[in-house]
């Protein structure tokens, strides 16, 4: 596609259900990011995939998000038995190898109530 | 020390003056640096990369790079209304894209 896309737009989910993201990256593009974005916050890094490579955990908050990337495209991210404080805005972000341009996608709004 | 530091603003100017935004970082290995913007309630969009000490100009944005001083900033001449947005410095880390908090600019008619 021309961008990195990424779904759902807009999530609300009760507290303690599972959710997954999608990101479709931009075609070509082997490293993936996914970032968190609190209401006025700055971007948290969650985790990178590059290539085949073993990806990047250390950002991941705890054990109840996990991330995958099938195939060195599509990635998901998955939040288990979600909580109040999961609630943000989770960006995915896709570039050529490291230290080239990264481009975001619009992101999904999640909401825990 | 934070790996990418930005004032968080917010930094008021009046439109037509020159913004100036800045950036440290605490990696010196780091090879590239990015400007990205992002408006309230969007997604951050790239406009600016620099890779060489020195300054690099697109239009009315110029970044500058200094390398020795672990310093990145962004002039934006002529500024504009339409500039006001919060505005991100990014910097590749140990393979990760590091963000600052961002500096929130506003240009006022």
């Known amino acids: 596609g021309a961008g990195v896309s990424q779904s759902p737009s807009n999530k609300v989910t009760e507290k303690g259900k599972d959710v997954e993201l999608r990101c479709d990256p931009i075609s070509g593009h082997t490293a993936l990011y996914w970032y968190r974005q609190s209401l006025g916050q700055g971007l948290e890094f969650l985790i990178y995939f590059q290539g085949n490579s073993a990806p990047d955990k250390s950002g991941l908050p705890s054990d109840r998000f996990s991330a995958e990337r099938t195939g060195g495209s599509v990635s998901t991210l998955t939040i288990q038995r979600t909580q109040q404080e999961d609630s943000a805005v989770y960006l995915c972000?896709?570039?050529?190898?490291?230290?080239?341009?990264?481009?975001f996608g619009q992101g999904t709004r999640l909401t825990v109530v | 020390q934070k790996e990418v530091e930005q004032n968080s603003g917010p930094l008021s100017v009046p439109e037509g003056a020159i913004a100036s935004l800045n950036c440290t970082y605490s990696d010196r290995g780091s090879q590239s640096f990015f400007w990205y913007r992002q408006y309230s309630g969007k997604s951050p969009e790239l406009i600016m990369f620099i890779y060489s000490n020195g300054d690099k100009e697109d239009g009315r944005f110029t970044a500058q790079l200094n390398k020795a001083s672990q310093y990145v900033s962004l002039l934006i001449r002529d500024s504009q209304p339409s500039d006001s947005a919060t505005y991100l410095c990014?910097?590749?880390?140990?393979?990760?894209?590091?963000f600052g908090q961002g500096t929130e600019l506003s240009v006022k008619p």
């Open positions: 972000a896709s570039s050529y190898p490291m230290n080239t341009e990264a481009f």
């Open positions: 990014a910097v590749p880390q140990g393979g990760k894209l590091i």
